[in-house]
Each structure stands twice: as structure tokens, then as C-alpha cells.
């Protein structure tokens, strides 16, 4: 009798762990496609800051050779 039912204890044992198992399985999953989102939205957020400095340094530009060509105009 008592046999038995260290036996199934063993079984019960055995199940929880295999569910424990995909309950891990199943974190690093979410996790991984957690980073993997996130990088792309690091990734998206940095791109129109690099076209935004573009942009200024352009701008700026444009506006010391229009300075430029008041001053000579002028003189």
C-alpha cells in the first residue's frame, strides 16, 4: 500500500515539474520577444534624432550663407 502511493506522489511530482518546466519555457519566450520589441523601438527612436541633427546642422547652414549674402549685398 504504502508502494503505491509513493508512487504516485513520484508521478505528481513529476508533472508539476514538467509544468514548471513550461511555465520557464514560456517566460524566457515572452521575455526574449520583449527584448527583441523593445530593441526596435530603441532602434526606431534613434533614427529621426540622427535625421534631426542632420536637419539642424543643414539649417544652420542655409542660414549663415543667407547672413553671408546679405552682408555682401550690403557692401
Do not use: W
Amino acid at each position: 500500500m504504502n508502494c503505491c502511493k509513493k508512487r504516485t506522489d513520484m508521478s505528481s511530482n513529476r508533472k508539476s515539474g514538467n509544468i514548471r518546466m513550461q511555465h520557464l519555457k514560456q517566460q524566457t519566450q515572452r521575455s526574449k520577444e520583449l527584448q527583441k520589441t523593445t530593441q526596435q523601438f530603441v532602434n526606431q527612436s534613434q533614427t529621426p534624432r540622427k535625421n534631426e541633427h542632420s536637419y539642424n546642422l543643414r539649417s544652420k547652414a542655409v542660414e549663415t550663407s543667407r547672413k553671408n549674402l546679405i552682408l555682401t549685398v550690403i557692401n
